[in-house]
């Protein structure tokens, strides 16, 4: 039986996460696992403790939290440079939002998710690493995400939604909520960018998702035919109408028919340059940077302990010309 490491963050679901340890912990030692365990403190904890868990020989790093801790454990498990991880990876889901459990088919019962975590076997799965701007400084930020980034509205929706607004209105509402109040200050320019070395403009752009999961954030999500392990992410841009059918069409970005009226572009690497006033990187849940931005896929790059693979979702066809090239 392989070592596990597991890093806890006793904030997670605004610190009631905390009251499923003893079953994860009792359900460990009855089935007699090697574990060790450390708990985060602040933002980057969890990347130390998986990073030195995985050089101290740990085979499996697990986060036990939400998409967050996620984040960051696997963020963890790379060096700057890699382009695969340094140990597997498991999850014990303990947040609000399970966008990447969703996707991977891993349960949100705890007994369930040890299970699989003792019996399943790591299949690798693809990744995004995105190069940014720091938010306050002059520098380069190299990190890895899973999930989706969004460009445009998916900043300010996601620093409304963290502020409080999930915690007083639950998860879905309370996101619903910051995107409306979102909407009613956002000016969308027109953004420019690089897809697969071909330049594309999306004229007053609401938002651009770039990423590999369907399940964007808290309900919020794309129908579009995409694997964990196909070697490509999309790019779907929300662009070229008014603000008024933009609040017609809202239903469709939680039942993911959107795709019917902005097809998905499926690719391998895109760049957005700096439009010259600093706009908001935000990706897996929070605003983490500014423009320029670069976002490439790292093919089967995280070993993840997950159950079998199952098909992609429908959708209809990725298209290969963006917007107005």
Same mark, same amino acid.
């Given at each position: 039986? +392989? ?7 006793? &904030?997670?679901?605004?610190? !009631? ?16 696992? @090697?574990? =060790? ?7 980057? @904890?969890?990347?130390?403790?998986? /990073? !030195? %868990?995985?050089? @101290? ?49 891993? +349960? ?14 790591? /299949?690798?799965? =693809? ?8 938010? %306050? ?26 502020? $409080? ?5 639950? =998860? ?21 960018? !690089? ?44 662009? $070229?109408?008014? /603000? ?7 239903? &469709? ?18 760049e957005i340059p700096d439009q010259g006033d600093a706009r908001e990187v935000e990706y =897996? ?5 500014r423009l320029p931005a670069s976002i490439e896929v790292l093919p089967r790059a995280l070993?993840?302990? /997950? ?14 010309? +963006?917007?107005?090239?």
């Open positions: 039986m +392989p070592r596990y490491f597991l890093v806890l963050n006793p &904030s997670s679901r605004s610190f !009631q996460a905390r009251h499923s340890w003893p079953l994860l912990f009792e359900t460990l030692d009855a089935r007699g696992v @090697d574990y =060790d365990f450390a708990l985060t403190r602040g933002d980057g @904890d969890a990347v130390r403790l998986a /990073r !030195q %868990a995985a050089r @101290d020989g740990f085979e499996v790093v697990v986060a036990v939290g939400g998409d967050g801790t996620i984040n960051e454990v696997v963020n963890g498990l790379f060096d700057a440079e890699s382009r695969t991880a340094l140990a597997a990876f498991g999850v014990i889901y303990t947040g609000t939002s399970p966008d990447f459990c969703g996707y991977h088919g891993i +349960p949100l019962d705890t007994v369930a998710a040890v299970d699989l975590l003792l019996n399943g076997a790591p /299949r690798p799965v =693809d990744l995004c690493r995105i190069v940014h701007r720091h938010p %306050a400084e002059e520098t380069t930020v190299h990190r890895i995400f899973s999930c989706c980034a969004n460009f445009g509205l998916g900043a300010a929706v996601a620093r409304g939604a963290n502020s $409080g607004l999930r915690k007083r209105w639950g =998860d879905r509402l309370g996101t619903l909520l910051a995107l409306l109040h979102a909407l009613a200050s956002y000016r969308p320019p027109d953004l420019r960018v !690089q897809i697969d070395g071909r330049e594309a403009v999306f004229p007053g752009l609401f938002n651009l998702f770039v990423g590999k999961s369907p399940l964007v954030a808290s309900g919020i999500k794309l129908s579009l035919e995409i694997a964990p392990d196909d070697g490509k992410m999309y790019a779907l841009p929300l662009f $070229g109408i008014s /603000r008024a059918r933009l609040f017609a069409i809202l239903p &469709s970005i939680y039942t993911g028919t959107i795709t019917r009226r902005f097809p998905p572009i499926f690719a391998r690497r895109v =897996d849940g929070d605003p983490r940077g070993p993840l302990i /997950r159950p079998a693979m199952r098909p992609a979702s429908r959708c209809p066809r990725g298209r290969s010309n +963006p917007g107005r090239v």
